[in-house]
């Protein structure tokens, strides 16, 4: 009598599944310090993460599961990541613009006083 592993499917893993979980981990750890690093990289796995999604819903037991669930999870790191950064990216640029607005008020009470 041979036994049988239900677990360990011998269907293939999705291309770049393990990659794009890592990019949105990556973007979600680095959108805290680097905002356009994780915003490119976010955006980056967005568009990876686009052909492999494809595949599975064309041919879903071709594939691990598994594999879609990372890629699932990657995306949706990448969309949490991707929304973290253009609210810094909007919140530096008003930061900027407060600056150069409080420097030009300063410099226009120069003038008359």
């Known amino acids: 009598m ?5 677990n360990n499917s011998s269907r293939p893993d999705l291309p770049n599944a393990t990659l794009i979980l890592g990019f ?5 750890c680095l959108v805290w310090w680097y905002g356009v690093i994780g915003f490119v990289l976010s955006i980056t796995t967005l ?7 494809l595949l599975f819903r064309l041919n879903p037991e071709q594939f691990d599961v598994s594999s879609y669930k990372r890629i699932v999870a990657g995306r949706i790191l990448a969309v949490i990541a991707l929304i973290i950064s253009i609210f810094a990216i909007v ?8 600056v150069i607005g409080a420097v030009s008020i300063v410099s226009l009470t120069d003038l008359f006083i």
Do not use: E, N, Q, Y
């Open 2 to 6: 041979k036994i049988v592993d239900v």
């Open 24 to 28: 949105g981990i990556t973007a979600i």
């Open 47 to 53: 568009v990876l993460s686009r052909k492999p999604m």
């Open 91 to 98: 919140f530096a640029i008003l930061i900027v613009l407060g």
